[in-house]
């Protein structure tokens, strides 16, 4: 199911949300080679984190703990970066707009290092790169599901068809999908092979449900829940 807009306008420009989607997009092309293989793999192996040399369980050739903050802009391929992005779109604006824009960008950083923290916990001997944005994103839909569990989005289902589920139902059930994929990382040898780092999506959606309630400014939240619009000068001040 791919979330192509959601029924919740925005209430002011979403600058923060743009930002990290020109930066995400600029490492693509101007680091990562536009896709290019040997780009991509030096890339990963240098920028991406890999959490057996963050525990110093190994060694590794690339950043190390620096990492962890890099690798929340590298990708491994145009659908993994296209992905990302389209979900950071629907889901950003509407947080950006719930909290303004400096406790956004903030906010957005402390999910993606909550989510790294947690696949390191979750696989801590593991010697893979990891890369990309979701688990920061994870952390964006999880106070989507907190602040707007009831707004529809607009979800297409391939080839074809669209519906509208709301929030709630959309995202609690990838949430669970993340879950229930999690469960398979614990097999044995799990660490050594490559895949979809879930347990840092479970990790980024969780701290967005804790930090939500302290980063939200109650003022801009409880206008756009009720459909009040703010006026000129009061929007200018809460907005940052």
């Given amino acids: 199911m791919i979330p192509l807009r959601d029924e919740n306008p925005s209430e002011i420009t979403p600058y923060v949300t743009v930002f990290f989607v020109l930066v995400n997009v600029a490492s693509w092309i101007f680091i990562q ?3 290019d293989p040997s780009a991509v793999i030096a890339s990963v192996d240098f920028f991406g984190f890999v959490p057996c040399a963050v525990t110093a369980r190994c060694e590794a050739n690339g950043l190390g ?5 890099t ?9 993994h970066l296209l992905g990302n992005m389209l979900f950071l779109w629907v889901f950003g604006n509407n947080i950006e707009d719930s909290m303004g824009h400096i406790r ?18 979750a ?3 593991s010697v893979i790169p990891t890369v990309g944005a979701s688990g920061a994103i994870s952390g964006v839909m999880g106070a989507y599901i907190f602040l707007y569990p009831r707004v529809r989005v607009v979800t297409w289902l ?10 709630y139902l959309l995202l609690g059930y990838w949430f669970v999908l993340q879950l229930a994929a999690g469960a398979f990382t614990f097999a044995p040898g799990a660490e050594d092979q490559g895949g979809v780092a879930v347990w840092a999506h479970v990790g980024g959606f ?3 449900l804790a930090l939500i309630p302290l980063f939200r400014k109650k003022r801009l939240s409880w206008a ?15 907005e940052w």
């Fill in 33 to 35: 080679g536009a896709g």
């Fill in 65 to 69: 703990v620096p990492a962890v903050l």
């Fill in 71 to 79: 690798s929340m802009f590298m990708h491994g391929d145009w659908g």
């Fill in 104 to 121: 956004f960008f903030v906010f957005y950083l402390l999910c993606g290092f909550a989510a790294t923290a947690a696949h390191i916990l």
């Fill in 123 to 125: 696989m801590p001997g």
């Fill in 158 to 167: 391939p080839p074809i068809f669209t519906i509208r589920p709301p929030a």
């Fill in 206 to 208: 969780v701290a967005g």
């Fill in 224 to 238: 756009k829940g009720h459909g009040e619009k703010l006026g000129p000068e009061e929007a200018r001040r809460l």
